[in-house]
């Protein structure tokens, strides 16, 4: 079992950049599928980006696709989302999620993930 706790959100303006972190413990986080969500108010929780246990393969939602990168450090067990020219559709919170069952491709869909972090916000102003 892998517990995931999230840093790095906050408020920023649009054009702006942040740079998401979640901390995964133990020592099997090499060996998962990992991914960022986030939902909006009102809405359903979305696939945002997500990444093979290896950090070979990555997949972006067609909504973030060239402003946001997701990357993993297997060594200190820590994923990130750096998310530039953030618009305030942006806004939401975020989650990060890891895969056990398929870890050798990326899983778009929630039901997909075995664990989550605690979520953060993340609000793009205007």
């Known amino acids: 079992q892998v517990r995931l706790v999230e840093s790095g959100g906050g408020l920023v303006q649009a054009g702006g950049s942040l740079r998401r972190s979640c901390a995964a413990s133990?020592?099997?986080?090499?060996?998962?599928?990992m991914g960022w969500f986030r939902q909006a108010p009102g809405k359903e929780r979305e696939f945002v980006a997500g990444i093979t246990k290896s950090g070979g393969t990555t997949s972006y939602a067609d909504s973030v696709k060239g402003r946001f990168t997701i990357s993993r450090d297997n060594n200190n067990a820590m994923v990130y989302l750096q998310m530039n020219s953030l618009n305030p559709e942006d806004t939401a919170v975020y989650y990060c999620?890891?895969?056990?069952?398929?870890?050798?491709?990326?899983?778009?869909?929630?039901?997909?993930?075995?664990?989550w972090g605690q979520g953060t916000q993340v609000t793009v102003s205007s």
């Open positions: 133990g020592r099997t986080f090499r060996y998962y599928g």
């Open positions: 999620a890891g895969n056990q069952e398929l870890p050798y491709m990326v899983v778009r869909t929630t039901s997909g993930y075995d664990y």
